[in-house]
């Protein structure tokens, strides 16, 4: 493998037709808080949020949502209309990139016009549609987009003489496109000199002077800055007989025109007439209208209606995440960071838990001065209300470890030194014996244990070292491992399942000499056949047999060489290894940093997946965490731009047959035109395919609980439709297996 990308699909195409980068087998858990805008659509509000779009319909309570995991194509939303005549909503985002939403379909657009000798951010700040056209809002300028030809149409770049001039937001109004921007409300009609800014002449129009934010067409044309609102025809205005405090967002509906200002709600009639306004106690972005009720688009709850009551689909509090723990039906999410493996990231977040019916996020987190840089939160798989969680800061008496009991704080085991005695990561072993990692402790890398019948922490430190990942445990054995470039490795410690007693306790860390690159490991895990397999920054490495490892003098670790043109290459050479997970069928999920998630075969020579944010729903290509869910075959995807789950094909797998699924099933060619996935098998089972009339077809041999057939036969043709079975039995014979496919050409 010569690159860690060699199959990455880029988006460089113009515009992609409704192109389907999602499917049934991917769930989002994004935060929905974040409500940027609301509009309705026959008695439906539809929410944009920073991760997606939800629908509610208050005659019902129905709430579904729509995100990069069912029909959208990217995350980090920043602008959103929609014109409920035509049906059609546009979606811009952080990147530039924009999504067209109708009836048909979901076209992605990534060719906005982009202004010569521009290289500063393509955020789209704001969207609004006017019939078949919409106005889109940059920081160069404004672009006319046809919504029915799905094209761009005139550009305006705000060349100034500083540069250019930034397009706050925008709206039509007639032939009429007026902008607010930073020194004024401009306009100019939609003629052949709409792309010239600067001419006095035939330029754009400063209509009045003055910084303002905000502005919103159609009954009337309304702007504002932070205190004060302007609504008319856009020859003459009027100010609203209102003083506000901070102006986030004006509303113009066919009846009412709408301000959201800092946490209330205010609705006017057209001729400027107060009619009511609500409170939301917190910071509203946005406001709606309708039916005599008021909606408050809020930032950290969603919709708020008048009741006080939260509407959104349920999710994490935020879409910052950075590690995730799994016990049964909960989760915890925690959402810290280094800066090269030691400055900490100060994101304030803490950590989210599902609690097996809803997310919560702890008060513990909410409107404090301390500074939390929460890098792992883990679930006591004995008292599944019990989360220990790391803070890793420089802030003696807030950094250490945490106790939290049902959402609440229990204790703080409270460390002192600075930059030093830094706790990293925690892990409970099979017996529930909690470890965390520990650096910098008299330069010492090593441990803390956790002895519940005193609740208190002991610290062993085991090697000079350098820094800390988050630990792992099997079989009686720790392993820590260290990031660094010089000094780093992996630590091997053998605590002989006695981690209370260190007599007969012995360890070793694999560095430079055991053939790990210099470089340090920043991710490893053990395999079903007890193979190590360790994530470096420039690599992957792999050795075999701990417990032979802590007795050999020098052991090494080997480099997983495939075949790639006749040539045999080392894999994810110069990659540099986020993460490594084992699934039940012993195959290999691998994060590369901005190179997204490979799925291998148990050996690694075979790419069976390479899922990155361009070809798959995943919001980000570097995946910082990985957790696969055995019992259900969910596998956890975690990025700082939110959590995805995908629904992998392996389940618990043993010796014999779990419950056998074939999907989909029928294979009609019209609808579906890809593999045949077979789940639920044994470790290793011998297949045999035949026709109804018994003749065979196709016979494999697969390994780690699933198989897929391409519905070839044995020469390389597709078989003809009809109906197939497949007998199936384990390794050794004793256990068998039967189905059958419908196949519809």
């Known amino acids: 493998m010569k690159k860690i990308l060699p199959f990455l699909f880029l988006l460089f195409t113009l515009s992609l037709p409704a192109q389907i980068i999602s499917s049934s087998k991917w769930t989002d858990l994004f935060s929905y808080n974040n409500v940027l805008a609301i509009r309705e659509d026959n008695g439906k509000l539809i929410a944009a949020t920073d991760s997606g779009i939800f629908f509610y319909t208050p005659a019902t309570g129905e709430l579904t949502k729509l995100s990069k995991a069912n029909g959208l194509h990217d995350v980090k ?82 060349t100034v003489s500083s540069g250019f001039e930034k397009a706050l937001e925008a709206t039509i109004t007639g032939d009429t496109v007026y902008v607010v921007t930073p020194t004024g409300l401009k306009s100019h009609v939609m003629d052949i000199n709409f792309p010239i800014y600067s001419n006095p002449e035939i330029g754009w ?59 209330i709600v205010y609705i006017f009639d057209l001729s400027g007439n107060f009619i009511k306004s609500y409170s939301a106690d917190e910071v509203v972005n946005t406001g709606f209208y309708t039916t005599g009720k008021i909606y408050a688009g809020t930032k950290v709850s969603g919709i708020k209606n008048e009741n006080g009551e939260s509407i959104k689909p349920d999710g994490p509090y935020s879409n910052i995440s950075y590690k995730i723990d799994i016990q049964g039906d909960k989760l915890a999410v925690s959402t810290g960071g280094r800066d090269a493996f030691n400055v900490p990231v100060y994101r304030n977040l803490g950590y989210y838990y599902f609690d097996g019916l809803k997310w919560n996020y702890p008060d513990l987190f909410k409107n404090t001065n301390v500074n939390y840089n929460v890098l ?83 610290l062993v430190n085991v090697v000079t070292a350098g820094r800390a990942q988050k630990p792992f445990t099997k079989n009686g054995i720790l392993y820590i491992p260290d990031p660094v470039f010089t000094g780093g490795g992996l630590i091997i410690y053998d605590y002989n399942n006695t981690p209370s007693s260190l007599n007969d306790d012995r360890f070793k860390i694999l560095r430079k000499s055991n053939n790990l690159p210099a470089d340090g490991v920043v991710a490893a895990t053990i395999d079903k056949n007890d193979n190590i397999w360790i994530g470096t920054r420039v690599g992957v490495r792999i050795i075999g047999n701990p417990s032979a490892i802590l007795s050999d003098d020098n052991p090494q670790a080997e480099p997983i060489i495939i075949e790639e043109n006749g040539v045999g290459e080392e894999l994810f050479r110069d990659s540099n290894v986020l993460q490594i997970e084992v699934d039940a069928g012993n195959q290999k999920w691998v994060s590369i940093d901005d190179g997204g998630v490979f799925y291998l075969s148990s050996t690694g020579e075979q790419t069976i997946r390479h899922f990155t944010k361009e070809n798959s729903p995943l919001p980000s290509n570097s995946v910082t965490d990985i957790k696969v869910d055995n019992k259900t ?50 470790q290793k ?57 419908a196949v519809v050409n």
């Not at 955020?123 to 672009?143: F, L, Q």
């Not at 009045?208 to 800055?225: D, H, K, P, R, W």
């Not at 529930?432 to 402790?441: D, G, K, M, R, T």
């Not at 989909?664 to 593999?675: A, E, L």
């Open 77 to 158: 939303i920043t602008a959103y209309d929609y014109n409920p005549e035509t049906k059609t909503g546009l979606v811009g985002y952080q990147n530039g990139s924009m999504d067209v939403i109708t009836p048909e379909g979901i076209t992605y657009v990534v060719d906005i016009p982009l202004a010569s000798g521009y290289n500063g951010s393509k955020v789209i700040n704001h969207i609004s549609i006017t019939g078949n056209k919409a106005v889109i809002s940059v920081d160069y300028g404004v672009s006319i987009y046809n919504l029915d030809r799905k094209e761009f149409g005139d550009s305006a770049f705000f």
């Open 205 to 263: 129009k400063t209509v009045e002077a003055g910084s303002f934010t905000q502005i919103a067409g159609g009954s009337v044309l309304a702007y504002a800055n932070a205190n004060t609102v302007k609504y008319g025809d856009g020859a003459s205005f009027s100010a609203l007989p209102q003083s506000f405090s901070n102006v986030q967002d004006v509303v113009v509906t066919l009846q009412n025109l709408i301000v959201a200002d800092s946490g």
């Open 376 to 458: 792992d939160a883990v679930i006591n798989p004995a008292k599944p209300n019990e989360v220990f969680f790391v803070n890793y800061t420089s802030f003696d008496g807030t950094k250490g470890i945490y106790k939290m009991d049902n959402g609440q704080l229990a204790k703080i085991y409270a460390s002192t030194g600075g930059f030093l005695n830094l706790s990293i990561g925690l892990t409970f072993d099979e017996n529930n014996q909690l470890f965390v990692s520990e650096a910098l402790n008299d330069n010492k890398t090593g441990f803390y244990l956790y002895n519940a019948a005193t609740d208190s922490f002991s």
């Open 633 to 682: 075959g969910k596998v956890y995807f975690v990025t700082l731009d939110g959590v995805m789950v995908y629904q992998g094909d392996v389940l618990q797998v043993t010796e014999n047959f779990g419950d056998v699924l074939v999907y989909p099933n029928p294979v009609v060619y019209s609808n579906f035109k890809g593999n045949v996935s077979i789940r639920g098998l044994a």
């Open 685 to 741: 089972t011998n297949i045999r395919i035949t026709d109804a009339a018994g003749n065979l077809v196709h016979q494999a041999v697969s390994r780690g609980g699933y198989y897929e057939w391409d519905l070839n036969n044995h020469r390389g043709v597709r078989v003809a439709s009809g109906i197939y079975f497949l007998l199936m039995t384990n390794a050794d014979g004793t256990d068998t297996a039967t189905a059958k496919i």
